[in-house]
């Protein structure tokens, strides 16, 4: 039996070759196949290729002609998915197992009556079978009737019913696109755009159509125009003109959205136009748009354009037909290359202008790079050609399928109806070629990545479409991002989701933790992006500005997100409240051990000495002050805030005007051995007393006062420490509490006034000398703690004012006491009165050097503060 050869016509892209390549006008070769005895030859016609021939005009020269021939690279993605699919069909025995598929290839030159030739000289090709004629738009009407015509772009003639009969589209139905632009525009509310629509009647329709529905959902248009209409015509300069005119509409518009309802060799026209200023020679500045663009728009881009900018396509949305990912495909590609495809001419000259080379025998140029044929298409950048299968190419890979499935199930009935005929060896059916548009009307099957694939009653493909949004890096690279869809079989709410923002067309959004700030000179959509002030967050994309956390909560380090605050306060589970309170204790131990050993030695000279009382009042009360600073220690309550304060000023009221005391009865005993002294009836301890009840009695009504109109609380404080709630006990009059320092440095001031006059008084009842000492570490502690105390925050305050409590204690201890305790303790055979008057504190300096002691504790105390407020 000899073979039989059948052949399938489709045409997705109007087409036809001019000079590289023909059309023959002699029969296909066969394609040999010994185990089948049917081919189905594919004619594809689409546009990958242009030849422009134009005047180009030189500074003081005349024209010149140059004659350019490119290839759409990333149309050629076109053939790959056809000879893809074809090549999967022929392996795959499970559908058309005695049928071998073939394909041949023919070129338009975007131009319809290149269309119309081939496809005359297709219809007078010998030894059809089947003609399914597919064109993608319009341009092949004349052959509509008796012949299948299969699309995979919008078309306007879905509505006549004899047309839609024979007609059928790998396409959802145009009204449902531009129902999905109207949506996509009154979600972002932009109601004030342009248009620019494709010369055609693609574009007649839209317009017709799409500006009346727009204008009644409130959109409206400040431009309506139509591409260049002669994008590849012979005549630059008139196309330039008109670019130039397109471009200033463009430019001086206001709109900021603009849609470009064309096809995929306008895309061209957003690639040029960062350059239109150099071209058209023309002053309008560029602005950036945001560009809206339909299915039937894909990136394309010519071997010319490869070191042209792409950051026109900046924020560009776009339309794509539902796809799913094609298992199998980049390796398909991977494996493709002009060694291994020698027959397949297109491969060469796509090799060629993708990769800049030439194969060897095509050199005339010795410094031509050679092409090896071993370059990766997976190499190539994405504006030069994307290996990730296009919309376009998805609908083409489904449309070889719905004719293979449309044909096992014309050729799985033969049996029932088939009546075999010898004339022409015949073995398909008897049936007729419009008997095929029954089986592709009706035709459902999932295709190899699982995506359900059917027409309407109308023949329009029953899926939904993506919304893309393009996002161009600074490199030049560019990723399609999906941020929504249009899904037809969903409830009216739901026809239209968005599930990402797209990016912004000037700048890219300002991430969480910084800011937009403008930028000067620029429009409103242009930005740049700082980090937020300290203190603040921005938790979401593209804020506008930061702001502050709650009270209990402060930013993390990248500022995006705020973290609860843990409560603070000095406790003595910490090194620094275990070692404040350990000192305490220690002082404390110290003084109760001095005041044991003058309680013994109470009837010993030196204990005798200026009123041995004041001594006891004295010590006691440097017990407790060294006592009380344990009230600061620990979470804070009301009873400890009540008692911090005003315990350690009464307190120390009541040392200080012991010292005021012993200084003063000192004075005024020598005052009154003067003959006829006035001063002799002050002499004794009721004068002591008196200085010692009156001034407590002033520090005691002091703090009354204080707690009567504003006491202490605890208090929890927010803002003091970043990270932190600081519990603390507020002071409740700052006033009051400054007070009661300002009436110690008071008693202090002048108990030193005192004891630096009565310092060369003589020295067997003197202790001046002594308590000048003492006071003047007193004073230089206190001093030195309000700077500190100010600058100091949370549990730190507490620490410095510890700190200021146990020093001037241990000032006041070791000055006054340590010299006596020396007797005492390691010279008892001077604790005598005859030894006492030689023994006098400046004899007793020579062997101690007090002064010098005096000196040192002084500025040990100072750098012990400076330590502590560098620790802090």
Same mark, same amino acid.
């Given at each position: ?268 026209? #957003? *690639? ?5 200023? /150099?071209? !058209?020679?023309?002053? =309008?500045?560029?602005?950036? +748009?945001? %560009? ?120 799985? #009935? *033969? ?5 075999? /005929?010898? !004339?022409?060896?015949? =073995?398909?059916?008897?049936? +007729?070629? %419009? ?438």
């Amino acid at each position: 039996m000899s073979k039989e050869k059948r052949f399938i016509y489709i045409c997705p892209q109007a087409c036809f070759f001019e000079q590289v390549f023909h059309i023959p006008t002699t029969p296909l070769k066969e394609i040999e196949r010994d185990d089948a005895n049917i081919y189905l030859i594919f004619i594809y016609i689409f546009n990958y290729h242009n030849k422009l021939i134009y005047k180009a005009r030189k500074m003081k020269y005349a024209l010149e002609y140059i004659s350019y021939c490119r290839f759409f690279l990333q149309n050629y993605q076109h053939i790959l998915a056809l000879a893809f699919a074809v090549k999967e069909i022929n392996e795959n025995s499970h559908i058309l197992s005695n049928v071998t598929l073939g394909m041949y290839i023919a070129n338009s030159y975007f131009m319809a009556r290149w269309t119309y030739l081939a496809s005359i000289e297709l219809l007078s090709t010998q030894d059809f079978f089947k003609k399914i004629i597919n064109v993608s738009f319009w341009k092949t009407m004349f052959l509509l009737l008796y012949y299948i015509q299969l699309t995979y772009g919008s078309s306007p003639m879905t509505h006549d019913k004899i047309q839609t009969v024979f007609f059928h589209r790998f396409f959802p139905n145009g009204d449902q696109q531009i129902k999905g632009i109207l949506q996509l525009l009154l979600h972002f509310r932009w109601i004030w755009i342009g248009l620019i629509s494709q010369p055609s009647v693609i574009g007649e329709y839209f317009v017709q159509n799409a500006v009346p529905l727009f204008s009644q959902k409130g959109v409206c248009f400040d431009f309506i125009e139509e591409m260049v209409k002669e994008t590849f015509s012979n005549d630059l300069l008139s196309v330039l003109t008109a670019f130039r005119k397109t471009y200033t509409i463009i430019m001086q518009s206001t709109v900021n959205a603009i849609i470009l309802y064309c096809e995929n060799q306008n895309t061209i026209f #957003l *690639r040029m136009l960062p350059y239109v200023e /150099i071209l !058209v020679e023309t002053s =309008i500045e560029g602005k950036d +748009k945001v %560009w809206i663009m339909p299915a039937q728009m894909e990136f394309t881009s010519v071997a010319l354009q490869r070191t042209m900018v792409m950051h026109a396509f900046h924020g560009v949305i776009s339309f794509r037909v539902s796809a799913k990912e094609i298992s199998g495909f980049n390796q398909f590609l991977e494996m493709r290359n002009p060694t291994s495809e020698e027959e397949d001419y297109l491969m060469r000259v796509f090799w060629e202008q993708a990769f800049e080379c030439s194969f060897p025998k095509d050199i005339l140029d010795e410094d031509k790079i050679v092409c090896t044929g071993e370059e990766k298409l997976e190499k190539l950048p994405k504006f030069v050609f994307d290996t990730t299968m296009s919309g376009q190419s998805y609908n083409i890979y489904n449309a070889v399928y719905g004719v293979a499935h449309a044909l096992q199930a014309m050729l799985s #009935l *033969r049996s029932k109806y088939k009546t075999r /005929i010898e !004339v022409g060896r015949e =073995i398909l059916l008897a049936q +007729k070629a %419009w008997q095929l548009h029954h089986y592709l009307r009706t035709i459902s099957f999932n295709n190899t990545a699982g995506q359900k694939i059917s027409f309407n009653e109308n023949g329009d493909l029953e899926t939904g479409l993506d919304i893309i949004n393009w996002v161009i890096f600074p490199n030049e690279t560019f990723i399609k991002v999906k941020v929504g869809k249009i899904d037809p079989t969903a409830s009216p709410n739901k026809l239209f989701t968005i599930s990402i923002q797209p990016i912004s067309v000037c700048s890219d959004n300002c991430f969480s933790g910084t800011r937009k700030r403008k930028v000067e000179g620029k429009p409103f959509c242009c930005y740049g992006c700082i980090p937020c002030a300290k203190g603040k967050i921005s938790n979401q994309m593209g804020k506008i500005d930061c702001f502050h956390c709650s009270e209990d909560q402060y930013p993390n380090k990248a500022q995006n997100l705020c973290i609860v605050k843990t409560t603070t306060f000095l406790s003595y589970s910490e090194p620094m409240g275990i070692t404040l309170a350990t000192v305490s204790l220690f002082f404390s131990f110290i003084t109760t051990l001095v005041l044991g050993v003058f309680i013994k030695e109470q009837d010993t000279p030196i204990v005798k000495a200026n009123n041995r009382n004041l001594t006891y009042i004295l010590l006691i009360a440097l017990l407790l002050s060294f006592l009380c600073s344990l009230l600061f220690i620990g979470k804070p309550d009301q009873m400890k805030c009540l008692l911090q304060q005003t315990a350690f000023g009464i307190i120390f009221s009541i040392a200080l005007s012991c010292i005021l005391g012993k200084t003063t009865i000192v004075v005024i005993a020598f005052m009154a051995t003067k003959p006829a002294s006035k001063m002799r009836k002050w002499v004794g301890n009721r004068l002591a007393k008196s200085i010692i009840l009156s001034c407590s009695v002033a520090q005691f009504t002091i703090c009354t006062i204080w707690l009567a109109i504003s006491h202490p609380f605890p208090h929890l404080d927010m803002h003091s420490m970043a990270e932190e709630i600081v519990l603390e006990c507020n002071e409740g009059s700052a006033i009051m509490f400054y007070l009661v320092l300002a009436f110690m440095g008071f008693l202090a001031s002048i108990s030193f006034t005192m004891a630096f006059l009565a310092r060369k008084l003589p020295d067997t009842f003197n202790e001046a000398k002594f308590i000048t000492f003492s006071m003047l570490v007193f004073c230089s502690v206190w001093i030195s703690f309000v700077p500190t105390y100010l600058s100091t925050k949370g549990k730190y305050m507490v620490a410095v004012e510890i700190f200021s409590i146990l020093a001037s204690g241990s000032g006041l201890l070791g000055c006054i006491f340590f010299p006596k305790c020396y007797i005492i303790m390691f010279r008892p055979d001077l604790n005598i009165k005859g030894q006492l008057l030689y023994w006098t504190s400046s004899n007793l300096s020579k062997h101690i050097n007090m002064e010098e002691l005096h000196h040192n504790l002084y500025w040990l105390i100072h750098v012990l503060l400076s330590l502590f407020y560098l620790y802090r």
